[in-house]
């Protein structure tokens, strides 16, 4: 796990608020098959035709690929408010009557044409059609004991090293981890300065955009519910048994409670949502519908996309005081979840 958060501001848009709570900006996926020593092969092209004609020969073959893409690109992702640079990775499990199969969080595989997954593929510009492939390899089971323990601990020191930084080593740093926290928390108090909050999302229709993507960082996108924290914790209370460490299972009741504190945080963003519309349930409804292979432009996914941004558009504004008091209940749940989280990392390290 980690945290981020970046406001990102483009004339004629509201600000985009952005929270990522996972381990971040490191992809996963190599950096876990790298700690359970698992081989891989990782490969670009320039152009859409030889990638696509390099997939085709994997698939062929019978494996599977996961590739890189631009989040936005995809059909069934195409939300407001996605940045065309995001990267998301998505795994092509296989190809039948010239489209191919995506496997990407839904009970069916989500089919696309060459077309579209080219479109997507080359989206993203700065790993233009990146794939990774599992090297061929006689099947051992997985790592020994010890391997297994070594990657534990890998991935306990990537998740201290990640809450309090540096990350990056520049100062986007100040972004991260406890340190963006602490600078979520300040912006929310600031009354006056161009980053707090009461400027920032002062605009008629600005604050609802920016709960709605604070929800959406805290409890959907890049995330389990509870900002991955009781997800976390569940990984921490199985790595005491591995390393036999009686700190893990304290740790992990103290992002438990963390997890706590990001779910009331949520719920407090919802219920001012919910105060002009049925927030949480339009948004319930949409991803039941995307996770039942529906798409951004299904007639009902787009009717309920468009509800979901009016909500709180039309309201009145929150009077200054309501906001001050909105944004000092949340700048207060965001510090006591950093200062828990705090106690819990004191124990990993």
């Not at 859409?48 to 590739?67: K, Q, S, T, Y």
């Amino acid at each position: 796990i980690g945290f981020m958060y970046a406001v990102f501001e483009y004339r004629g848009v509201p600000p985009i608020l952005t929270v990522v709570a996972q381990h971040h900006p490191q992809p996963w996926v190599p950096a876990a098959l790298d700690r359970l020593g698992i081989g891989y092969t990782s490969d670009h092209s320039g152009s859409a035709e030889p990638a696509l004609a390099a997939l085709d020969h994997a698939l062929d073959g019978g494996r599977a690929v996961f590739c890189t893409v631009a989040r936005n690109g995809l059909p069934w992702r195409a939300t407001p408010g996605a940045l065309a640079t995001e990267p998301y990775g998505v795994v092509v499990a296989g190809r039948h009557d010239g489209r191919y199969w995506l496997d990407d969080e839904a009970v069916s595989p989500r089919v696309v044409s060459p077309a579209e997954l080219a479109a997507a593929w080359s989206g993203y510009k700065k790993g233009r059609h990146e794939r990774l492939l599992l090297t061929p390899a006689e099947p051992t089971g997985g790592p020994d004991a010890a391997g297994l323990a070594n990657a534990v601990r890998a991935a306990i020191a990537t998740t201290v090293a990640h809450l309090t930084g540096p990350v990056l080593g520049n100062s986007f740093d100040t972004n991260f981890g406890f340190s963006g926290m602490a600078r979520l928390a300040e912006q929310l108090r600031d009354e006056r300065g161009k980053l707090g909050w009461t400027r920032r999302f002062g605009a008629p229709g600005h604050l609802p955009a920016g709960l709605r993507r604070l929800y959406e960082g805290l409890e959907l996108e890049n995330t389990a519910p509870a900002a991955t924290r009781p997800l976390y914790a569940d990984f921490l209370d199985e790595a005491a048994g591995v390393l036999g460490d009686p700190r893990l299972p304290e740790a992990a009741a103290l992002f438990r409670r963390s997890g706590e504190v990001w779910s009331r945080l949520v719920a407090r963003v919802v219920a001012v949502l919910d105060d002009v519309g049925p927030y949480a349930e339009l948004v319930e409804r949409r991803m039941f519908l995307l996770l039942c292979g529906g798409t951004a432009d299904d007639p009902t996914v787009a009717e309920l996309t468009g509800q979901i941004e009016q909500v709180g558009a039309g309201r009145p504004e929150l009077s200054p005081d309501q906001r001050a008091t909105l944004f000092g209940e949340l700048a207060d749940l965001v510090e006591s979840a950093r200062t828990t989280e705090q106690s819990a990392v004191a124990l990993l390290e």
